[in-house]
């Protein structure tokens, strides 16, 4: 029986005496703890820590499930999470790993655009730590965001995985974590969102 592997990749990126990273190594340890406790084979990533693109292809491939623990800065996660995006999925299709062309083809126009992924099977998550509080999103009285969800707002990350064929699964929030942090409270709620996805 093959073991279950997660990947949990840190994107949090230091401004020091300002944003030290504290909450999202809490939520990534909490994440490590609990996987290897259900069994799972944890692979790690902390991107700002440097990486190699085709070893995180490698991890990508070996792993059902892959979480993303990211702060959310400016409304998306730090710019070297995008460098890292950018990085790895060139590497991931390049040889055809992550993906075999967009699927559309000459010989079958009605197949549509994001269908030609290989990576099927595997679940994609987004654990986010925000300044902003909850009642700031899906809701359409909010002058901000009007109506718009925190997957909504994160496309621009899930988007690449589902194009590659992954599962996107619903997002964890950590709100308000500035003015009105409740961490303990998060760690808790973090576990059993865990627990409800595995």
């Keep these: 029986m093959k073991i279950k592997t997660v990947l949990l990749i840190n994107t949090h990126l230091t401004y020091p005496n300002r944003s030290e990273g504290k909450l999202n190594a ?18 790690e990533t902390k991107v700002e820590e440097g990486y190699d693109p085709v070893k995180e292809v490698e991890k990508h491939l070996q792993a059902d499930i892959i979480v993303l623990q990211t702060p959310i800065n400016w409304f998306g996660a730090p710019w070297i999470y995008k460098k890292y995006a950018d990085e790895l999925f060139e590497a991931g299709y390049i040889n055809r790993e992550f993906l075999e062309g967009d699927g559309r083809s000459r010989l079958e126009p009605a197949k549509q655009y994001g269908s030609g992924g290989k990576l099927q099977g595997k679940r994609f998550i987004v654990s986010a730590t925000w300044n902003a509080p909850r009642e700031a999103f899906g809701n359409g009285d909010q002058k901000l965001m009007k109506g718009k969800t925190t997957d909504d707002l994160l496309l621009n990350i899930t988007s690449n ?31 059993a969102f865990l627990s409800a996805i595995i």
């Design 161 to 191: 995985y589902a194009f590659c064929g992954t599962e996107i699964l619903p997002g964890f929030n950590s709100f308000d974590v500035v003015k009105n942090g409740r961490p303990k409270e998060d760690m808790e709620n973090y576990r």
């Design 26 to 43: 809490s939520l990534q340890e909490v994440a490590r703890e609990f996987f290897k406790s259900n069994g799972y084979l944890v692979l």
